[in-house]
Each structure stands twice: as C-alpha cells, then as structure tokens.
C-alpha cells in the first residue's frame, strides 16, 4: 500500500499554514459540566428531511483559500442522515460482522495528537511537517486510538476515529447508507435556522458557552477542556439542533464523499486544486475537538478541508446519509 504522509489538514494551507487544531493529556475527558444536555436514546437513528431548495457555502467566507465561499443554491432530493456520528459501538457491530480491518490497521500506523501521547515520548516520535502536533503512534487504530495500551472500553458512545475514507463507505456499503455530499451535510447541519452554526450566530467562548466540544485555551499546547472534554465526546453530547442532529460541528470531522475542490481562480486555489486533484482529496466537514476560534476556526458550517482519502487521525469521523425512502417521515 502507498505510503502514507498527509495528516488531516496538514496538506491545508491558510490561516492556512495552521492547519487543524488537539487537548491535552492521555485520551482523559474531564469531567462533564451538568447543564449539558446529552441522549440520543437510539445513536444509529436517522432523521429523514424532506426535499428543499438549500444554500452551499457562504458569500462571506473567513478562510476563502478553503473555498467557503460563493454561496451556491442547491436543489436537494429528500434523504436521511445519522442523528449521531457513527460511534465506536456501532463500528464494532461492523467489524464483528465482516471482518472488516481499517487502513490504519494495514498501515501499521495513524496520526495521534500530541496531547495524547506520553510527553517523554513526543519528541522522539515522527510528527507531521505542516502540523508537528500530529505524532505518527504504531498501533494507533480505532479499537486503539493513542495506540498499544490504549482502548476504547469507556468510550463506546464516542465517535469512531481513525477512519479512513474508504473505511467509512465500507461501512456504509454494510448499514445500507453512504456518505453524505456537501449540501445535504450543510442542509443538515443549518436546521431550520440557518445560522453560522448549527445553533445559530453565537460564537462559542472560552468561559461561559459552550454549544460544541472544540478547543478551549492556547491550541496546540494548552486545552482546558472547559466545555467538559479534551479529546472526543459522546455523539449524543451537548444540544442537538433543530433538525435533531447532535454534533454535526466539533468533535470530529467528517468525511463527505465529494472530491475537495476550491471554487475560485486565484493561483492559490489553482495550486491548493492541484494537490488535491493529485492527492485525490476528498472533503470533511464540520471542525472538531481541537478546532479554536484564536486559531483554525473550522468549526463553522460553511468550513471545509480535504484530505487524501487513507488519511487517519484521532480526530475524524464520520456519519451516513441515506436515500430517502418514500414512506420516509419528514422533520
Ligand atoms: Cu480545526
């Protein structure tokens, strides 16, 4: 198999040169503050959404070189979306039943954040050039996500990470689903408000609001881990939107199943084209854990990055899109 070089977002250039945001310490999620609402009570239930004429991408971009912008009008055929990122457990259920082994498992390794990784350890490690947070871990798969040593026992509701893009559309060839495609992503994550984010304009804050698990305090060295979680939370954690879906920014990315291609004819995004087509970039949404205002800001609907498809790390996910069935409810 090819070798593999590219973290998420390494390849990413912008506000460019910070590529994608990681917490502190083992793997370790302090400790959930109490208001926040948490209970998917099914985590594989899908919410069906009915056919509408939808917006892509935003006229007022903040990372134009990702190709946020120009807000495009999409016509969208009613389909169905994963109320929840596709959690560890429902990954497991894949595995138990096919055999399946991920693309980090061949690799024999995967990028680990270095907020994870024993602090003696990270400087003896091979990192990532563009994004030296990013440690290549032997052993660092999804069963394992810091590598030999670590596991997943407590964390079964979280997402499933270390996933490459092919690893999700094999898994959604086994649940029926596929991945979703950029617009309905949007569609879904936009609800009925259509806000910059999934709960409208507010920007999340360091101290009181917390909508969202990003980064709280000085990516990449120092995350207070304010919103209740350093590394990943729960797929049902924090307020879902008003379409019913949890999570659809922070926590992990998302794999789409778009190409990544940047909308404009500058020579930056000419060149940024360039390495994607020849990388064979696919696009992920939705920012995640690591992901900080005073840094990457990728957390906002309209945010995009791509990366080649046996890209893995601990932070990207993903969740599934279904064709609508005609008896499907709508939202
Ligand atoms: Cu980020």
Not at 242 to 253: I, K, R, S
């Amino acid at each position: 198999m090819a070798t593999r070089t590219q973290p998420v977002d390494a390849a990413s250039t912008s506000r460019v040169d910070k590529p994608c945001c990681v917490p502190a310490a083992g793997g370790s999620r302090a400790a959930q503050p109490e208001n926040f609402a948490s209970g998917c009570a099914d985590r594989s239930e899908i919410v069906w959404i009915g056919a509408s004429d939808s917006t892509v991408g935003t006229d007022s971009p903040l990372l134009a070189i990702d190709g946020e912008g120009p807000a495009r009008k999409v016509r969208l055929r009613p389909y169905g979306i994963d109320r929840c990122a596709v959690s560890n457990q429902r990954f497991a259920a894949f595995v138990a039943d096919t055999g399946y082994v991920t693309e980090a498992e061949k690799f024999g390794w995967s990028f680990v954040f270095k907020g994870f990784v024993q602090p003696a350890l990270v400087h003896t490690l091979p990192a990532a050039p563009e994004a030296p947070w990013w440690i290549r871990i032997e052993g660092a798969y999804w069963k394992h996500p810091e590598g030999k040593g670590s596991h997943i026992e407590d964390r079964e509701t979280h997402p499933a990470v270390h996933v490459s893009w092919a690893d999700a559309r094999a898994f959604a060839s086994w649940a029926g689903g596929r991945l979703p495609n950029e617009a309905e992503w949007e569609n879904a994550a936009r609800g009925r408000s259509g806000g910059v984010y999934p709960w409208g304009d507010r920007e999340p804050d360091d101290s009181a609001f917390f909508p969202c698990n990003i980064w709280q305090g000085r990516f990449p060295d120092i995350n207070d881990a304010a919103d209740g979680y350093a590394g990943t939370a729960p797929v049902d954690s924090f307020a879902p939107n008003d379409f019913g879906l949890y999570n659809m920014v922070g926590n992990t990315w998302e794999w789409c199943e778009d190409p990544f291609r940047v909308r404009s004819l500058t020579r930056a995004a000419k060149i940024r084209n360039q390495v994607a087509r020849s990388q064979q970039q696919r696009l992920m949404k939705g920012g995640s854990h690591l992901c900080h205002t005073s840094y990457c800001h990728r957390y906002r609907i309209a945010a995009r990055l791509g990366c080649p498809p046996d890209s893995a790390t601990g932070h990207l996910g993903f969740r599934l899109a279904y064709d609508a069935r005609p008896d499907s409810a709508q939202p």
